[in-house]
């Protein structure tokens, strides 16, 4: 709860202090600015938690704090014998929020479901280029594009999507924040409008909260969605002051400025736990952070090349001087407590005098290269700019000139994705379902080259691995393949894995009913501050 006037007023903008002083608000300090409104064509965690579990539901969602799936704006489903048929009975009764800028007349149905999955499905629908530079990256980084044979509306309350072939995760797949469901008329009205680009503006959902204001990196306000269908949230207002640094956030949160903050500095946590006005949430991150090179670009198109820069980094130093022991190093695409993680494979020996051997081997010689480095604390990697300043030290031990580039953060997650992107970058995943396809399928499978498959890379092998692994439900069989996908990774080292961290979640005494989610995800619905 905002305690001063003159910081509630700031950040509330224009609420009074008495206002502030009777109203529940409650303030989480922000690590970085949403890419927009539009979850569907976004990737980031921090645009699904702005948006994705604040404004939106979807058809199913994950169990608070686990990865189980449960029902959500579909009440029940039923899955054919063959797998390949799934059945969606819609929750009767739900409403799409009121705002300034839209008052439904109907509640939810089958035409927004049908909706929102066709304008990703689609190429000809006419919302399928809304907007410039709209592409629908998760959708089609899963494959759902082919996937899909077909999505019908059975009834008013019923939606039946009908698949190519079987598909494992599928239900976990349309619990991630892409597969949010949106207003088919609000839609309507804003395409009568002309001004289609609003809806990544202006959302409209059914989620907990609805949309106030936004002041780009400074602010997003949210009034509680007193129509929600689920439990009703606990405060009034939600305030996400957007904080980049890690320290401010630090600051702002001893002041009493905000009630929670995400991704503290390593160096802050032991202080952060012997503060009596604080406890620390903490969990085993299932997450990765990478150097991704461009696979496409000579000389890392070659793999001997690329596993020659891997044994130059001292991936250790950057676990230390990063986390201070709050990360492991990584020596695989998969987090090591995700099932099917193969611990039998060897790890990049940190060798500089084997890395300039074996350059000078490939015929490499006086190499420049650009590293990317992220301007924003992320679980999987709370300090970029200084990973990439001792991976440059690493590279120069081994005669290789590298140069630090950064972007502001929206603009770096869209120039990552550039197949023409010059250098390797920093970057990294949570898991949104606790699927291992969601590492491997997402991130390196052919289909999401252009996308986020950073480093481009479509190798055969690998990609019939995965596919073939996402057929079966057979757990068993689905780790043989994708221990065996993760040797296929290791040979060709489109990466150099960096680490796994812990998830580390501040808030202040008071706070009530946070519970800490696996897959990262910050949610507020049931969250609240006693006096």
């Known amino acids: 709860m905002i305690r001063s006037c003159f910081l509630s007023i700031s950040l509330i903008g224009v609420m009074s202090c008495a206002t502030v002083a009777d109203a529940k608000v409650f303030v989480y300090c922000s690590e970085a600015s949403p890419s927009g409104f539009d979850p569907a064509i976004a990737t980031s965690g921090t645009t699904y938690d702005a948006v994705g579990h604040t404004i939106y539901n979807r058809l199913v969602e994950f169990k608070k704090g686990t990865t189980e799936v449960v029902p959500a704006l579909a009440e029940s489903y039923d899955i054919s014998d063959d797998g390949l048929q799934y059945t969606f009975h819609l929750r ?31 190429k000809d629908h006419p919302w399928h280029q809304y907007a410039e530079n709209v592409s629908w990256g998760y959708f089609e980084d899963l494959g759902l594009n082919e996937l899909i044979e077909s999505i019908d509306k059975v009834d008013d309350m019923t939606v039946r999507f009908k698949l190519n072939r079987k598909e494992a995760p599928f239900l976990a797949d349309i619990a991630i924040p892409f597969a949010s469901i949106v207003s088919k008329e ?114 890392f198109d070659k793999a001997d090349v690329r596993r020659a820069l891997n044994m130059a980094i ?42 300039k051997a074996a350059l000078e081997t490939a015929g490499v010689k006086d190499l ?118 993760q040797v296929v990774f290791k040979r060709e080292a489109p990466w150099a894995t960096l680490d796994h961290s812990l998830t580390v979640v501040v808030m202040r005494k008071n706070v009530q009913g946070f519970v800490q989610s696996p897959l990262g995800a910050l949610q507020f619905d049931g969250v609240e501050t006693s006096d």
């Open 92 to 122: 009767p009764g739900v409403k799409f929020q009121t705002t300034d800028y839209f008052t439904p007349t109907r509640e939810f149905n089958a035409d927004d479901v049908m909706f929102s999955f066709e304008r990703q499905w689609k």
């Open 186 to 299: 609000y839609a309507d009205q804003l395409d009568a409008k002309g001004n289609k680009a609003q809806l990544s503006q202006l959302p409209v959902g059914t989620g907990p909260f609805s949309y106030v204001e936004y002041q780009p990196d400074t602010v997003i306000r949210y009034d509680a969605n007193i129509d929600y269908w689920g439990e009703k949230p606990k405060v009034e207002n939600l305030v996400f002051a957007i904080t980049t640094d890690a320290s401010t956030r630090y600051q702002k949160l001893q002041a009493g400025e905000c009630d929670l903050m995400s991704y503290p500095n390593a160096a802050d946590v032991s202080a952060m736990k012997a503060d009596p006005n604080l406890k620390v949430s903490e969990l085993p991150g299932l997450n990765i952070a990478f150097l991704a090179y461009n696979t496409t670009q000579p000389p």
């Open 314 to 355: 001292n991936k250790q130093a950057i676990v230390d001087a990063v986390f201070q022991g709050a990360a492991k190093v990584a020596k695989n695409p998969l987090p090591p407590d995700m099932w099917s993680y193969n611990d039998a494979i060897e790890d990049d020996k940190y060798d500089p005098d084997a890395a």
């Open 368 to 485: 420049s290269m650009n590293i990317w480095a992220m301007p924003v604390s992320r679980p999987y990697m709370l300090n970029a700019r200084r990973a990439a300043e001792l991976i440059q030290s690493d590279l120069a031990r081994i005669g290789v000139t590298a140069n630090i580039v950064t972007y502001e953060w929206a603009e770096y997650l869209q120039r990552s994705k550039d197949k023409n992107r010059d250098g390797a970058i920093i970057l990294g995943w949570t898991g949104d379902n606790g699927d291992p396809d969601n590492f491997l399928g997402a991130m390196l499978s052919c289909s999401a080259v252009g996308s986020s498959n950073w480093a481009q890379w479509c190798d055969k092998e690998f990609d019939e691995l995965v596919i073939k692994a996402k057929e079966t439900t057979d757990q068993a069989e689905r780790t043989r393949l994708y221990e065996q996908a």
